[in-house]
């Protein structure tokens, strides 16, 4: 069987942040992008409260690490400190900025990788390879103070938890990290696999004092955001909803609860 995701792309400029509070109402998890030079932003304060308030399962993806940046246990500090919430490294960058080399997926125990395609190195995209932790190969594809702090760095995430607490996840009390370049396409795929296995299922919703599971049989939906003038052309508002239960049908005819109408 194969997933189907339904991605809520929200702007974080403050500008919009009516629409992105509303829109997390809708989601069933969320993804928190940091960028690695900035790390944590006023407007990702924030969005963190909402998601909170909401019960949201929080996943992080630590973003542009082929430029200068913080360093990651800095970012996780952060993290900790800020929001009161313990964080799992998934994978573990190997560098960063031009000497970014690729991330360590804990999990696997695999290493993938990074390599920049193109002339020079400049353009979008990026090529991987994967060895097995402990392949003696390894060390010789690595600079050594880029292996050395790569061995080290693992032994202290070792120690400090071996395993990811995936109910945790799900329950909101602890975040999965990611590490990788957006812009080069590096790290994505890993986040996307391990998000389809740690990702929270549809939750039941609350109507009316009652529970709406999502396998109930009728339908039923929220309307979570208003959008007037889509089409310039026309003056027209459409209705952004969440399907809660059951399954629409174009041109089915609905009712709001509330008012019975």
């Known amino acids: 069987l194969g997933f189907q995701l339904n991605l809520l792309d929200t702007p974080g400029h403050a500008d919009f942040s009516e629409d992105t509070y509303r829109t997390l109402a809708a989601a069933d998890n969320a993804l928190m992008l940091i960028d690695a030079a900035k790390g944590l932003e006023p407007q990702t304060r924030k969005l ?4 909170r308030l909401n019960g949201l399962p929080v996943f992080t993806f630590v973003n542009k690490l082929d430029r200068p940046g913080l360093e990651p246990l800095e970012i996780l500090d952060q993290i900790e400190k800020e ?3 313990p964080t799992y490294a998934v994978n ?3 560098g960063s900025g031009e000497r970014f080399r690729g991330v360590y997926h ?3 125990k695999m290493v993938h990788l990074f390599e920049k395609t193109g002339t020079a190195g400049r353009s979008k995209g ?3 390879s994967t060895i097995p932790w402990g392949d003696p190969s390894l060390e010789d594809l690595l600079e050594e103070d880029l292996y050395m ?3 080290d760095e693992v032994e202290l995430l070792d120690e400090l938890g071996g395993e990811l607490d995936l109910q945790a996840v799900k329950d909101g009390k602890l975040t999965a990290v990611y590490f990788g370049s957006g812009m080069n396409n590096f790290g994505v795929e890993l986040f996307l696999k391990s998000f389809l296995g740690y ?3 549809p939750r039941a919703r609350e109507s009316l004092g009652e529970e709406v599971p999502p396998d109930g049989g009728d339908f039923s939906g929220f309307v979570f955001k208003l959008q007037a003038n889509m089409d310039p052309r026309h003056r027209d508002r459409v209705a952004f909803l969440r399907i809660c239960s059951g399954t629409f049908t174009r041109g089915m005819k609905v009712k ?3 008012t019975g109408k």
Not at 48 to 51: K, L, Q
């Open 48 to 51: 963190f409260a909402v998601c």
């Open 106 to 108: 804990r999990p696997t």
């Open 149 to 151: 702090n790569l061995i």
């Open 126 to 128: 990026a090529s991987s």
């Open 199 to 201: 990702a929270g299922p």
């Open 256 to 258: 709001v609860d509330r």
């Open 83 to 85: 929001f009161d919430l």
């Open 92 to 94: 573990w960058p190997i």
